[in-house]
């Protein structure tokens, strides 16, 4: 199984305050289960700022998607999953905070859950 974590770091309105903020909660919880880390780099119009936000996503081991600032955010989860080879994708948006150790092996239990049940015969 292969596990992907796609953040929407969007660059309008304190992108790199929230872009550090993730990847602070990300760097003091474990996930839990193995997985790759996707930053997706929307909006950064600001060539600076969006260097300066490159240079995070490399130091956090991640890799970045860069995309334009239109549409909502599941316009651009949609567009990035088109690149992503994994069975499974967790994204999180801007404003997403990790707070617990273990918070992607939680989440995918709870899915394993959900597809287990939706999977039971119903009784006649």
């Known amino acids: 199984m292969t596990v992907a974590v796609v953040f929407l770091a969007r660059g309008i309105g304190g992108g790199l305050a929230s872009l550090k903020g993730f990847l602070e909660s990300y ?3 474990p996930a839990g289960l193995v997985h790759d880390l996707v930053i997706l780099l929307k909006g950064w119009e600001d060539p600076e700022e969006l260097l300066e936000a490159e240079g995070l996503v490399r130091a956090a081991g991640a890799r970045s998607l860069t995309l334009p600032d239109d549409g909502f955010d599941w316009g651009a989860y949609s567009r990035a999953a088109a690149h992503l080879p994994h069975e499974f994708a967790c994204f999180l948006n ?11 092996s939680i989440l995918r239990q709870a899915v ?4 287990d049940l939706a999977n039971l015969a119903v009784p006649a």
Request: glycine share 6%; proline share 0%; charged share 20%.
């Open 112 to 115: 394993a859950e959900v597809t």
């Open 94 to 104: 801007t404003h997403s905070r990790i707070r617990a150790d273990g918070w992607l």
């Open 27 to 29: 760097s003091l919880h």
